[in-house]
């Protein structure tokens, strides 16, 4: 498949170079020019999800990865169900891999077509995480060879559990705190890949959403959650997402464009330069504010662009993408409501995209995407339902284990240094 940089139309690569390179010159994102449809989508949402996520993937990528099943198979070895919640309204349970959120999807389907096209040259992972990317890509990169792996995120703003899964594993995973935002550590990555030198000196490469390893994997599990409905696409399903960097629900409009029957709708914390931009044209991102739904805190999604994109593409006006915002607040009684009404333990991402779908649903079904377990955000949740919740195993199995990070100021060159001489380059 042929991707372009959104930036810069010159710049044409191929999927495989688009993976190992993140990012465009520019800091341009790569894309296709469109997405093919699928023609055959019943026979598809027939399939079990594994073989299907197969042909999806395929289709998107073509032929330059020749264990692309194998890939596939043993990348998406969890599962990824939908559970009733009430009436029609049903939750995609995204939080069955080893980190706990749907962002193994992504960091697992692209550490194996990193390790597959690589060709082992020495590569540097270099990911920003608002909490549940760097678990997802730490675990996925753990002890891969010839890949170091270094994850910053902003310092006291992420759960202990998250914080947990990240800085325990040591090895080739390096944790850094940052003293600052998401967005400062985003803005940190953007600056590393600004450095030519630095990128080739260490073999750089983001596997943040960015990443299109990352963004096609997940366009599988919307065909996964629809397929549990209907088979034959001849339905139109509402799916409320939790937005923050904007990758999930881009998967998502990626379905969409491929054929499926998908009306999508944002659940945004107050961090919500897209809504207001839906609203008044105007691009203004605030300071990022944290909130109870901390993977969201983001100001500055990095995935719109491509969204946007799409929208222009297949004439999509923009102007229809229904939104909810959601203060903290609302949030704990979303969460309440649910657990009270329906026994069912919602986190604050899902509780937010439960009632953007609850207020803007138009189908007769809708879905909404539970993109965390619940478990990761306990201390939250148990103090707002006023439960004791059980912690999973992939949690047990970390708790008392001793937190690695090192602390950094938000400074790039803090960073760089770091990574040109405790590595053994
Ligand atoms: C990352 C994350 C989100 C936001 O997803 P984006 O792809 O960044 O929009 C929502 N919920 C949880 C639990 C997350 O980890």
Not at 82 to 94: F, P, Q, S
Not at 110 to 126: D, E, Q
Request: net charge neutral; with cysteine.
């Amino acid at each position: 498949m042929q991707l372009y940089n959104l930036k810069d139309k010159e710049q044409k690569v191929s999927f495989t170079q688009a993976v190992i390179e993140g990012i465009g010159t520019n800091q341009g994102l790569f894309f296709p020019e469109n997405f093919e449809r699928l023609d055959n989508i019943k026979e598809l949402l027939e399939l079990d999800f594994k073989n299907r996520s197969y042909q999806i993937l395929k289709h998107l990528i073509g032929n330059e990865i020749d264990t692309l099943k194998d890939i596939v198979f043993d990348a998406f070895n969890f599962p990824c169900n939908i559970k009733n919640v009430h009436d029609n309204i049903y939750a995609l349970e995204l939080y069955s891999g080893p980190s706990l959120a749907f962002k193994d999807f992504g960091a697992r389907f692209m550490a194996r077509v990193l390790a597959k096209v690589n060709n082992s040259k020495r590569l540097t992972i270099l990911t920003a995480t608002s909490g549940d990317t760097g678990a997802a890509v730490a675990d996925a990169f753990y002890k891969q060879e010839g890949i170091e792996v270094v994850i910053l995120y902003p310092k006291n703003k992420i759960s202990k559990l998250q914080e947990k899964l990240i800085s325990t594993l040591g090895g080739n995973i390096h944790a850094i705190e940052i003293e600052g935002s998401f967005d400062d550590c985003q803005d940190i990555v953007k600056q590393a890949f600004d450095d030519r030198a630095f990128v080739n000196k260490v073999g750089l490469n983001s596997a943040n959403s960015i990443n299109v390893a990352r963004l096609f994997a997940q366009v599988c599990y919307y065909f996964q959650a629809y397929s549990q409905i209907n088979t034959n696409n001849d339905e139109l399903i509402d799916i409320a997402v939790p937005c923050g960097n904007f990758g999930n629900i881009c998967a998502g409009f990626i379905a969409k464009a491929l054929g499926l029957n998908i009306n999508l709708i944002i659940g945004s914390n107050v961090n919500d330069t897209v809504p207001r931009y839906l609203q008044s044209n105007h691009w203004e991102p605030k300071n990022t504010i944290s909130t109870l739904s901390n993977a969201m805190d983001i100001s500055r999604p990095n995935n719109w662009p491509r969204v946007e994109y799409l929208c222009n593409k297949y004439h999509w006006d923009k102007a229809n993408i229904k939104y909810s915002v959601f203060s903290d607040d609302a949030t704990c009684k979303i969460m309440q409501k649910v657990y009270k009404n329906n026994n069912y333990i919602l986190e604050p991402h899902a509780a937010i995209a439960y009632q953007a779908l609850v207020d803007n649903m138009k189908a007769d079904v809708g879905i909404f995407l539970e993109t965390a377990h619940p478990a990761k955000f306990k201390d939250d949740v148990d103090k707002i339902l006023n439960i004791n919740m059980p912690l999973p195993e992939a949690i047990v199995k970390v708790i008392d284990k001793q937190n690695l990070s090192v602390t950094m100021p938000k400074d790039f060159k803090a960073v760089k240094s770091y990574i040109l001489n405790d590595f053994k380059l």
